[in-house]
C-alpha cells in the first residue's frame, strides 16, 4: 500500500470520485442532522452510549466470559481468534466441515479486515457479498471506500456497466437492456442474488452489537439481505470484534437509537435481527460465534487510544470529514476509511508501515468527526497522541506484548508523516471547510461524561489542538518534505 | 496456550490501569436519557406510529376487529395473491373471509416453496410508534422469520393501543431476548446507489401495516380516530 499522501493525490485526481464522494457525503451529512435534531436527549444519549462501551471495555474480561456462557448456553459454539490468520482458518475450517464450497455473507467489517474472501478463495470456498454496495465491489473488483455505503465512489451509470459486464460471471445473468435507474438496479441486484440465497446452507456475518447478559447478536441493515444470510443457511458463523459487546439487552435501548440516527440519518433501519444461540426449526441449526482480536487488545492496552473501541461504525465521522471528502476511502488503505481509520488502524496494526506511520497525519484536527461522533470518541485527541507515539515513540502493546517503539525519525514511516501533513495542510479548503463544520455542529456535545470518561470531558469545549507544538514540529520538519501539491488549490 | 487464554490474558495485560477491586457496576452509566420522546394519549402514539411506518412506505390501514377479515380478504385480492403462508397460531377469524390457499408455516417449508408463495399474514410482539418500527418475535402467531421474509408481501397486524408503545426503551421492556426478533421498519430499502432511497430489495417490497382498535372502541376514541392532528387543518 502507498502511504496516505500518495493514495490521496491519486483519487483527488479522479474528478469522478471526488464528485461522487462530495455529493454524498453531503446528502447524507445534512440528512443526519435532522434526524439527530428529533431528538432532544441526544446529547445524553450520547453520553450514556460513551459510558456503557466505557464500562464493558474496562472490564472486557468479564464481558466476555459472560457472553460465551450465554452464547454457549443457547446453543452456539464460541471460537477465539488470536488474529485475522486465525479467524481465517477457523472459519475456512467450519466451512469445510459442513461439506459446502459456498457461502452467502452480510457486510461486515470485521470479515474485510481480515481478508476472509481472500481466505476462503484459497482454500476453495466462494464468498458471494449480497449487500447491494458489497455485490457492486465485489463485481467490480474493486475496494470499499466507505463503512456505510462502500460503493459510494461509483455512480449509477458505473454500476450499470459493472453489472452488465459481470453478473453473468457468478451467477445470474444481468437483465437485457439494463438501465441505470437506481430501481431497475435493485431489482437485478435482487433477481442476482436470490437464487443464492434460496439455495445458501452456510452464511457469515459480523455484528453491530453482542449482549454479554443474554449471548443475544443484534445485525442492523437495510435491504433483507443480512435476514436471508442469518436465517435461511443451516449454519451461520459470525465474525466479531471483542469490542462488539455491550453488558446488558437492554443497554441495545441507547444504541438502537444513536447508531440508525447517526449512520443512515434514519430513525430506524429497515431490519434489525437478533438472534441468541439457536432456536428450534426456526433459523440456523449450528451458530458459531468466531471472536477476533487481532489487534484489538494492544488498542485496549493504551489509556488514550482506547476510546476508538467504542466505535459503532456509524460513519457520521467520514461523512463530514474534510480530508476523507478529497482524499476517499481507500487512500486510507484498510477496511476503515476516514476519521476513525486514522485512528483505529495504526492502533490495530501498529505504526511501523509507511502507511500505517502516515495515518494520524491524515487529518486538519478540525475536530468535526468528535463533535458528529455517537459515542463521544476524541478523534483529535488520539490522533496526536499517535503522532507523539510516530514521532517519539514509546511504551506500546504490540501484538498483545509490552514494548518500547523506536521514534520514527529519519525514517521512511517519519518522511510517509510528513508528507500526509503536507498534504493536510496544503490543501487550504481542507482546513476551512473542517472548521466551519466544527462551529455548526458544536451543540451536539454532551456537555460531560459520567464516570472514567469526566476527566477528558470536563475541560473541553471543542477538542483543544496543541497548535503550538504542531506548527513547532512542522517548521522543524517542513524543510525536508517533498513538494508541495499546488495544483490542487483551485480544484473546488 | 490455547487462543482464548492468549486474548483473555492480553485483555488483563491492557487493563493494568484498572484497579483489581473495580467492579463492572462502579463505572458509572447515568440514564438520564428520556425514556420516550414527549407525552401522548394512546391515540395520537398510534397516530404517530400510522405517521412514521407511512414515512418509510409502509402502507398503514386502520379497522376495528370486526371488520379486519374483510379488509385482509380485500388487501390479498387486490394482490391478485393466489397463496398466502399462515403462521400456527394466526387467529383463526382473521383469514375466515378470504378463499386464498393457505400454506401452513410448518418446517418442511423450504425457501423454494416460500419464494412461490404470494403474500403472508401474521401478528406481531409490539411496534413502537416514535420510529414506525414493528417488532416480531416468532410467536406462534408471527411464525418462524423465513416467513415473513421470502414471500413479497407482508401484511402485519398490530392490535392498538394493546400492542403499541412510544419508544425504543419502552419496547424493549417487553421484548424477551431469548426468541428470535426481527424489527421492521418499512420495507426493505437500500441508498447504495448515489443515496438515493430505493424500497425493496430482498425483503418483501410492499408491506402493509393494519392497526386494529378493539371491537368496541370508547366513544371519544373513535372521535379522536377521525380527527387526527395532522388531517385536521
Ligand atoms: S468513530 Fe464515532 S462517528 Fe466514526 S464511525 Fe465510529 S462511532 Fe461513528
Partial sequence: MPAFPKAADTSTHNTQLRANLRHATHTIRAKRATAVAELDDWGRLRAAGAAIKDRTLRHLDHYLEQLERAVTAAGGQVHWAADADEANRIVTELVRATGEREVVKVKSMATQEIGLNHALAEAGITAYETDLAELIVQLGDDLPSHILVPAIHRNRAEIRDIFTAKMARWGRPAPDGLTDAPADLAEAARLHLREKFLNAKVGVSGANFMVAETGTLVVVESEGNGRMCLTLPDTLISVVGIEKVVPTF?????????????????????????????????????????????????????????????????SACLNVCPVYERAGGHAYGSAYPGPIGAILTPQLRGTQSELDASLPYASSLCGACYEVCPVAIDIPEVLLHLRERVVEGGPASVRGTRAVIKPAKGHAAERAAMRAASWALDHPRVLRSGQRLASRTRRFHPRRLPGPGRAWSDSRELPTVPAESFRDWWQRTRTTTTPRHGDDRNTP | MSSRALVMARIRRALADVPRTEAPSEVAVERTYLRRHGDRTPAETADLLAENLADYRAVVHRTDAAALPALIARLLTARNATTVVVPPGLPADWLSATEVRRVPDTAELTPHDLDAVSSV????????????????????????????????????????????????????????????????????????????????????????????TAANPPAEDAVFLTSRPHQAS
Fill in chain 1, 250 to 314: 437492554q443497554d441495545l435501548e441507547v444504541f438502537l437509537q444513536l447508531l440508525p440516527r447517526s449512520s443512515t440519518a434514519e430513525r430506524m433501519n429497515p431490519y434489525t435481527s437478533t438472534w441468541t444461540g439457536t432456536t428450534d426449526d426456526d433459523g440456523p441449526r449450528a451458530f458459531h460465534l468466531v471472536l477476533l482480536d487481532n489487534g484489538r487488545t494492544d488498542a485496549l492496552a493504551d489509556t488514550v487510544g482506547r476510546q476508538a473501541l467504542r466505535c459503532i461504525r456509524c
Fill in chain 2, 121 to 212: 399474514v401474521t401478528g406481531c410482539a409490539v411496534a413502537i410508534a416514535e420510529t414506525g418500527t414493528v417488532v416480531l418475535d416468532a410467536s406462534p402467531d408471527q411464525g418462524r422469520r423465513r416467513i415473513t421474509l421470502v414471500p413479497d408481501h407482508h401484511i402485519c397486524v398490530i392490535g392498538v393501543p394493546v400492542q403499541v408503545v412510544d419508544s425504543v426503551p419502552e419496547a424493549l421492556e417487553r421484548l424477551d431476548p431469548s426468541r428470535p426478533q426481527t424489527w421492521i421498519s418499512g420495507p426493505s430499502a437500500t441508498s447504495d446507489i448515489e443515496l438515493d432511497r430505493v424500497e425493496g430489495v430482498h425483503g418483501p417490497r410492499t408491506l402493509e401495516v393494519v392497526l386494529v
